[in-house]
Nanobody
Framework: QGQLVESGGGLVQAGGSLRLSCAAS????????MGWHRQAPGKQREFLCA???????NCVDSVKGRFTISRDNANYRVYLQMNNLKPEDTAVYYC???????????WGQGTQVTVSP
């Protein structure tokens, strides 16, 4: 069974930066696309960014230019660098991975990010 463990969340003022980290088991990381989703209070989970095993990445327009996804293949880690954070970025952030069914079937436990005005 694959495993994803996030870290790096916390409280930051608007305009600040955070870097989230995700440690993945090798069984997930080596063959799967990895991503980050988030869920704000009272809202549905939202896809943010994804990166393939080959390193191609994309992010949704709402965070493009502020968030960057990257991966460290040697250490089975995925990162989300978040700059110019806004209060509306407050959410639980989840590290995710695509299963062999082609869906975001693997989820970490989540890490809280709170952005104060």
């Amino acid at each position: 069974q694959g495993q994803l463990v996030e870290s790096g969340g916390g409280l930051v003022q608007a305009g600040g930066s955070l870097r989230l980290s995700c440690a993945a088991s090798g069984s997930i990381f080596s063959f799967n696309a990895m991503g980050w989703h988030r869920q704000a209070p009272g809202k549905q989970r939202e896809f943010l960014c994804a990166i393939t095993s080959g390193g191609s990445s994309n992010c949704v327009d709402s965070v493009k230019g502020r968030f960057t996804i990257s991966r460290d293949n040697a250490n089975y880690r995925v990162y989300l660098q978040m700059n110019n954070l806004k209060p509306e970025d407050t959410a639980v952030y989840y590290c995710t991975a695509v299963s062999h069914f082609g869906e975001w079937d693997y989820w970490g436990q989540g890490t809280q990010v709170t952005v104060s005005p």
